[in-house]
């Protein structure tokens, strides 16, 4: 255990920062239990509830855990979950990955006039500009410039990170992306859930975050991962009326799904509102080794995002936009994107189909590349009997931000490969398994 002598400070904060660069130091290593709260307190001569604060801090950020009787403990790098990790020998229904068979073909995309950038060039292909610019504009208002990221990730990552601290508080949807609960944690970013309903984005927990003092808020407007849920018109206007009041606070909307959601983008970020971005990656339907994001962002935002990536040298391949850029403008490939955005939404009600008549019911409307079923109990253990019966697939956990998460009674299935006989089978398993 460490030794209280060795924390210092009068304020949360204060003992917060002071566990931190013990951290940070090699001073308290992964696997020491801090002072008991009571210990600490009488030991700073602090109150108890300024030490369980800053134990509480600590905990958000991901720095340490508590554990009833055994103590807070101090966390090492935190082992982050992602997508694509399904167990061999199962049918695939955890990935989250879209089908193969409705993603365009790359090899016939390549460019054989394609010339070789050198350092110093312009950092954003025109052909790609151009698009963005007629597809962006009617989506977003006011003055806005476009900046390419390595993916959706790297964008919120380096958003974030273009006004946040450690230890600032993010409002993240609960359930949340797997990927958005990794940034926040390698950042040591304090989360602040809101939790997902059918219509998406809460406002009585967006405000209550707001209320906390958050200052970066991350929503995803459609095809919610894991819930597949969207903002109605009625929600949206909803979060904006809120965001609104706090006009110093950062807004990142991550539309991962765009060119296949069935359902209409619909913005949280008010009008004039001075810190935004709105990120549209493309791997969702054209395959998730394009690592291109476009990201259209307020002109201090979009200038803080250049910074961070460095155009001069860490710019995103011109190859790859040049790829991106012939795909986005293919009619074949707008065909193809017409055909995925039916067959997704197909296996989704065909999913639902089946689980209704079994008496297992589950958020409507859905889009997206996830059902998500609630489940009763234990749903680790409702995904390891599902694994008996040769079905993988994802327990909620794994996507609970806070404590109380909605997260922690259901189940992800992804729908993307799933046809009307295997959608049957599933739904007749699970339901014997309930």
């Not at 601290?165 to 859930?193: H, K, N």
């Not at 008496?359 to 859905?366: C, K, N, S, W």
Request: glycine letters at 8%; proline letters at 8%.
């Amino acid at each position: 255990m460490a030794t209280a002598r060795t924390i210092h400070g009068q304020s949360a904060d204060e003992i917060a920062t002071s566990v931190r660069a013990l951290v940070d130091s090699g001073a308290l290593p992964a696997g020491v239990t801090l002072p008991p709260i009571r210990a600490l307190a009488a030991e700073l001569t602090v109150n108890r509830n300024t030490v369980a604060s800053a134990y509480a801090q600590l905990a958000a950020a991901g720095i340490v855990e508590t554990r009833r009787r055994g103590g807070t403990l101090v966390l090492g790098p935190p082992e982050l979950d992602g997508e694509g990790l399904a167990p061999t020998g199962l049918v695939d229904l955890s990935s989250g990955n879209p089908d193969p068979a409705l993603l365009p073909d790359l090899p016939g995309a390549l460019d054989p006039g394609f010339a070789p950038r050198l350092y110093g060039a312009p950092p954003v292909d025109p052909g790609l500009a151009r698009w963005a610019a007629e597809h962006f504009s009617p989506d977003v208002d006011g003055e806005h410039r476009l900046v390419l990221a390595h993916g959706a990730v790297d964008a919120v990552e380096r958003l974030l990170a273009t006004r946040l601290t450690r230890g600032d508080l993010v409002a993240i949807e609960d359930p949340c992306f797997l990927s958005s609960i990794g940034t926040l944690r390698l950042a040591g970013y304090r989360s602040a859930p809101v939790p997902v309903d059918d219509e998406g984005m809460s406002v009585t927990g967006l405000r209550a975050a707001l209320a906390a003092g958050a200052r970066a808020v991350v929503c995803t407007p459609r095809a919610h991962n894991p819930t597949g849920a969207s903002l109605t018109a009625g929600r949206a206007a909803a979060l904006r009326e809120e965001l609104a009041r706090h006009p110093d606070v950062l807004v990142v909307e991550d539309d991962h799904f765009s060119a296949v959601s069935i359902r209409p983008y619909l913005r949280i970020t008010p009008p004039g509102a001075p810190r935004w971005a709105l990120v549209r990656s493309v791997s969702k339907f054209l395959g998730p080794d394009l690592r291109v994001a476009l990201v259209v962002a307020d002109p201090a935002t979009a200038t803080r995002l250049e910074t961070r990536l460095s155009t001069s040298t860490t710019w995103v391949s011109h190859l790859l936009q040049r790829t991106v850029r012939h795909l986005l403008t293919d009619a074949d490939v707008t065909d193809r994107l017409a055909r995925a955005r039916a067959s997704y939404a197909q296996r989704n009600d065909t999913l639902a189909v089946a689980l209704a008549d079994h008496g297992i019911p589950l958020r409507t409307p859905v889009d997206g590349l996830n059902l998500w079923a609630p489940v009763p109990g234990s749903t680790r253990r409702v995904v390891d009997r599902l694994a008996a019966r040769g079905w993988a697939v994802r327990a909620g956990d794994d996507f609970a931000v806070g404590p109380r998460s909605p997260g922690r009674d259901a189940i992800r299935v992804t729908t993307s490969t799933l046809d009307a006989p295997r959608a049957a089978a599933f739904a007749a398993d699970l339901a014997s398994i309930l």
